[in-house]
């Protein structure tokens, strides 16, 4: 009885699937805690010198009118 002609993944793409997430990986983890802190720290100094713009909605002003 023959078999249905299902071709198999190949063992090689599945290698280099797994070698490329595991190589993001990789390169994600050696990224020093400081380097992320000094990071996170200047974007919230940042955040904070700038002021919230407030954005009026046009349906409350409809609704006092």
């Known amino acids: 009885m023959p078999m249905a002609n299902h071709?198999?993944?190949s063992a090689k793409n599945a290698?280099?699937?797994f070698s490329k997430f595991s190589?993001?990986?990789d390169r994600l983890l050696s990224v020093p805690h400081s380097e992320i802190?000094?990071?996170l720290d200047a974007e919230k100094e940042r955040k904070k010198r700038t002021p919230k713009?407030?954005?009026s909605s046009a349906h409350a002003s409809a609704e006092k009118g």
């Open 37 to 39: 802190k000094a990071k």
């Open 7 to 9: 071709p198999k993944p």
């Open 53 to 55: 713009r407030r954005v």
């Open 23 to 25: 190589n993001l990986l």
């Open 15 to 17: 290698e280099g699937e």
